[in-house]
């Protein structure tokens, strides 16, 4: 299985992003998937998750600025960013649960400028 991370950049605050991840290796609709982030010296966090019912599940930081979305006939999974803020700069990962594992991509980088 493999995830490829893009849409990362600098933005201002305020202003919005669309994360996108490419998935080849596994049937997408069968699996959970997730956006994680990290903030050197954090640990990563739990950004944004769905269950392959459609199931939505979002860390309270990012409620009512970011969705998670999938494309299951095209094996992308998605994260739209709005209203983002300082505090929403990390390294974003995209996470696929397949087979009881976990597979990551390589992470992008989003700056928000204040």
């Known amino acids: 299985v493999q995830l490829q991370a893009s849409g990362g950049g600098l933005v201002q605050a305020g202003g919005s992003r669309r994360l996108s991840c490419k998935v080849s290796g596994a049937v997408l609709r069968l699996a959970p998937i997730a956006w994680y982030r990290q903030v050197p010296g954090n640990e990563r966090e739990l950004v944004a998750d769905m269950d392959s019912g459609g199931s939505r599940n979002y860390a309270a930081s990012v409620t009512g600025r970011f969705t998670i979305e999938r494309d299951n006939s095209k094996n992308w999974i998605f994260l739209q960013m709005n209203n983002l803020k300082s505090e929403d700069t990390a390294v974003y990962y995209c996470?696929?649960?397949?087979?009881?594992?976990?597979?990551w991509g390589r992470g992008t980088l989003v700056t928000v400028s204040s």
């Open positions: 996470n696929v649960r397949w087979r009881s594992r976990d597979f």
